[in-house]
Every structure is written in C-alpha cells, then in structure tokens.
C-alpha cells in the first residue's frame, strides 16, 4: 500500500444551484408545493414516504489522496487473473467486510467476463495488506455460480450483517435495445460466509421475491412517480441509472441515481426498506443540490457514482459525483448531510481516476475504486 499523502484538491468557490426547500414526490409541474414540516409528520404518521428538505450551504472543505495518478505517485491496480492469465475488471462499487477485514467490490463488465468463463468474477474481495504496486483479487462466486447467475451491469454493492446487497443500472443500453433484459435489471442479496479462510457467498436470490426484473418493479411498484422520459430515457441520455448503493443506520438501503436528474439538474437518491414480506417500500426522497465548483465543466450534469452512510454520523453520507454522461471530467468526492441538504469538504479526485465506489475503512479514511484503470486510493477527510 503507497502511503504517501498529497495535499487535497480545494475548491475556490461554490456556487448554489437550488433553493431551500426540495421538490414533492411526484415532481413532475413547476407550480408543486414543496413539504412544509407538518405535512412530514402527516406523511410519517400514515407510513407514507417522507421527502428529505435541501438547503443552499455548500462549504468548502477537503480531503487528500494518497496517490495522484502519475509516474511518480501511482495508485495501487487491481489484478484479475483466470486459468494462468490476467483478464479485466471495472470496480463500480465497494463495501468493506469485518470478516477478515477485506474489500468487496462488484464490477459492471459481466458481458466480457462471461466470454472469457469468469463471470464468478463480477464479485470479488481483495485484502488492502498488501503494499505492492498490484493487489490481487480473490472471486466470491463459484465458476458454477458465475454461470448460474448472469449479473450483468453490476454499480453498487452493500452490505448489511452478513448480507450482500448489489444493484445492477437498471438502464436501457444507448445502442443496442437487445441488452435491455431482466439479467441487466437486477438486484440481488446473498449471504457471506468464510469458507476455509476465503470469503464466498451463498443463498443467492431476489430482493423483492418474484421480480426478477427490480427496474420494473421501480417504475409499477414504489410508489415514486416517474416521467415518461425518465422511464424511456437512455442510460446516456435522462432516463434511469441506478449507480449507487447503501445501507443507513435506520437499517435502510439508499439507491443514488447517476440520471435522471430533476429540475435544477439536482440529483436523485430514494431510500427503500427491507421487504416485511415480499417486496420494499420507498420510505422518502432525497434530492441533493448540483455540486459547481470552478474545478470542473460548468455545462455538464452531474449524476451520483457512489455513496455510503458515515457509521459514525447517521444521516451523512460520502458521495462521488460525476457526468450523467460520458464527459471526460473530474469526478468529485464530498461529504452530504441528508438532513440539512449541506455538501461539504468537495473535492475532485486526481486527474484520471473515475471514481464508482467509496466506503469507509477507519476514522477519517475512505477507499475509492476506480472503473477505468482498477485503480484504488485512499482518502483521508481533513
């Protein structure tokens, strides 16, 4: 592991770009009043789905790196390598597990890696001990489980207890509609167990039992009222793409959108309960303010590429954000109060990392996992 720290990235100015109060649920009209404080306690009281307020703080603060991408400060790689030969992944999620303290990150190229008789490999774990320039990475998934179970597209894991919780897009591919089935539009739960020292998972299935296909499930059943456009929209374009994903303190799971952002270009994140029974309920909204800074393109919207709870501040979240589409741009690592609607602490990534996963790992320090080059880093919040 390269220790060395550089100092963070800071930004000159931020720039508000939404009002106080957030849009209500259906947020589909201009003239829609926002929710007024007596209006939540209604909406608790009959278990209706409560939409968390913004404000306009966004505080400048930071966090440092202890890699820059370069020649003479590289960051660490991922290594992948089946039947003798390395082959390649795209990290797009993280969670970190107790049991043997490793990293779990889940990747969205299941379609190469089935080719090659890896798809065990959209899910592995890797040990952040070692210090060398390459980490290797161990599959949770049998070779049988690999086939079994076709996760394509995978962006965001978590993990709660001893459950695996990951999410695949639920996009509609830009180019090919022949993609667009239930293997991309999963959400799936697993339990971890050590199996001789290794970690492996087990009882893979459904979240919501009987859907298949959660995308579905989110547009009929959520209770969270979506555009046409949204609905019909590419991944590339303002249709849905789920590319985050948490578990809180409340014991809820948090999905954070990439698109389609709202009005104001503000982002998108819902927050489900576990299934009682068979299927999850939306228990409120979150939409957080668009993050400027004079560090990255103005013109470009930017959409949620990772998120995860801070333990030890319930409410508050680490959040990377990125372009809703393909720009070449910085991605950006900040602290959200979900409460209060405050970023803080924005502060954009070393140059050429992408940035699709970030968990916590001890006080004050965070791993990232980068989807382009299976890079990772780590931050430290200052």
Avoid at 47 to 75: A, I, L, R, W
Wanted: net charge neutral; aromatic share 6%.
């Amino acid at each position: 592991m390269i220790f060395f720290l550089v100092t963070g990235l800071f930004i000159s100015e931020l720039i508000s770009s939404r009002s106080a109060e957030n849009q209500s649920l259906n947020n589909q009209s201009d003239d829609q009043q926002t929710i007024e404080d007596k209006k939540v306690e209604s909406q608790k009281a009959t278990n209706q789905p409560v939409e968390n307020k913004t404000d306009q703080n966004q505080t400048v603060g930071g966090f440092s790196f202890n890699c820059d991408n370069t020649p003479n400060k590289p960051c660490q790689k991922l290594v992948a390598k089946h039947q003798g030969k390395e082959i390649e992944i795209e990290p797009s999620g993280v969670v970190w597990s107790k049991i043997d303290s490793k990293a779990i990150i889940v990747n969205d190229n299941y379609n190469d890696l089935v080719t090659k008789n890896a798809g065990h490999y959209s899910i592995v774990s890797f040990s952040l001990k070692d210090n060398s320039s390459t980490i290797p990475v161990t599959p949770l998934l049998t070779p049988k489980q690999g086939v079994d179970y076709p996760l394509y597209d995978l962006e965001g894991v978590t993990l709660l207890g001893d459950t695996i919780y990951a999410i695949g897009s639920l996009a509609l591919h830009g180019k090919n509609p022949e993609r667009d089935r239930w293997e991309r539009h999963q959400f799936v739960k697993m339990s971890l167990i050590d199996s001789k020292g290794e970690l492996k998972v087990k009882n893979i299935s459904h979240v919501n039992e009987g859907w298949k296909d959660f995308r579905n499930w989110l547009i009929s059943k959520s209770g969270y009222s979506w555009t046409g456009e949204q609905t019909r929209g590419k991944a590339e374009g303002n249709g849905i793409n789920v590319e985050a994903l948490t578990r809180n303190t409340s014991g809820n799971l948090v999905l954070g959108f990439r698109g389609p952002l709202l009005q104001n270009e503000s982002v998108l994140a819902l927050e489900l309960s576990l299934p009682s029974s068979k299927e999850m309920t939306l228990v409120q909204k979150s939409v957080l303010p668009q993050v400027k800074s004079d560090k990255i393109l103005q013109d470009a919207p930017k959409g949620l590429r990772g998120m995860a709870e801070d333990p030890e501040k319930p409410g508050e979240y680490y959040i990377l954000v990125g372009p809703k589409g393909y720009e070449k741009e910085l991605i950006v690592l900040a602290r959200w109060n979900s409460k209060t609607g405050e970023l803080s602490k924005v502060s954009p990534l070393p140059p050429g990392i992408v940035g699709e996963g970030v968990v916590p790992i001890g006080k004050n320090k965070l791993l990232i996992v980068d989807d382009l080059k299976q890079a990772i880093l780590i931050a430290t919040e200052n």
